[in-house]
């Protein structure tokens, strides 16, 4: 009988934490962004009509009334304000400095991001001003999805101006906005993006 007693005691021993651990472990909030929100509208209860929903959660971290600091992107599509900071900036040619890339996660979300890439006629190799180019690729990326949430494609247009460029320092403030593709084929329309970044 003491047999069994001190065998139930070392199961107890050994089950129980483990137990406690599986219920106690972390989990990650992902984002909702690129999910068609107007389908999930429709499969409430609500018997009403679908009014306008955006495309995006709002984010208190994205105030469209605020400068843009240096380090930092935003844009508009839709109803939806989206902004966040840039982890990697800087000239993808070599030492033709006549190409860039801005890449960077979104505020609220570090599972989504923007990543735009510029190919100029001139270099930045002196201070420059409005310089624009439709030879542009931007993607709104989300990391556990298959397809971008927003893409651009060569068949619509998709600009990005360099307002300015001041070669002592490398930072860059520019403009973007175009046609872009969400993940289902239908087009989107991006507007007021703004960057301001150090090229190096």
Request: aromatic share 12%.
């Given at each position: 009988m003491?047999?069994?007693?001190?065998?139930?005691?070392?199961?107890?021993?050994?089950?129980?934490?483990?137990l406690l651990l599986?219920?106690?472990?972390?989990?990650?909030?992902?984002s909702?962004?690129?999910?068609d929100?107007?389908?999930?509208a429709?499969?409430t209860?609500?018997?009403?009509?679908?009014g306008?929903?955006k495309?995006f959660?709002?984010?208190?971290?994205?105030?469209p009334?605020?400068?843009?600091?240096?380090?930092?992107?935003?844009f508009?599509t839709?109803n939806?304000?989206l902004c966040?900071g840039?982890?990697?900036?800087?000239?993808?040619?070599?030492y033709?400095?006549?190409?860039?890339?801005?890449?960077?996660p979104?505020?609220?979300?570090v599972?989504t991001g923007?990543v735009?890439s510029?190919?100029l006629?001139?270099p930045?190799?002196?201070?420059?001003?409005n310089l624009?180019?439709?030879?542009?690729?931007?993607?709104?990326y989300?990391n556990?999805?298959p397809?971008?949430?927003?893409?651009?494609?060569?068949?619509?247009p998709?600009v990005?101006?360099?307002?300015?460029?001041?070669?002592?320092?490398?930072i860059?403030?520019g403009s973007f906005?175009?046609?872009v593709?969400?993940?289902?084929g239908?087009?989107?329309?991006?507007?007021?993006?703004k960057?301001k970044v150090?090229?190096?």
């Amino acid at each position: 009988m003491k047999i069994i007693k001190q065998y139930h005691f070392l199961v107890l021993a050994f089950i129980l934490p483990i137990l406690l651990l599986q219920n106690t472990g972390c989990y990650k909030d992902y984002s909702i962004e690129g999910i068609d929100t107007t389908r999930m509208a429709r499969d409430t209860a609500s018997s009403g009509p679908v009014g306008i929903i955006k495309a995006f959660p709002d984010c208190a971290l994205c105030n469209p009334e605020s400068d843009i600091s240096i380090g930092h992107w935003n844009f508009k599509t839709g109803n939806s304000f989206l902004c966040g900071g840039v982890t990697n900036s800087g000239f993808i040619g070599g030492y033709s400095k006549k190409d860039f890339t801005v890449f960077g996660p979104s505020a609220c979300s570090v599972d989504t991001g923007l990543v735009i890439s510029a190919y100029l006629d001139v270099p930045l190799d002196q201070d420059r001003y409005n310089l624009s180019t439709f030879q542009t690729a931007f993607y709104y990326y989300d990391n556990h999805a298959p397809k971008d949430i927003l893409i651009s494609l060569p068949t619509e247009p998709f600009v990005i101006t360099v307002q300015s460029f001041t070669y002592a320092t490398g930072i860059a403030i520019g403009s973007f906005s175009g046609t872009v593709f969400k993940a289902n084929g239908d087009t989107a329309i991006v507007t007021d993006g703004k960057f301001k970044v150090q090229l190096k």
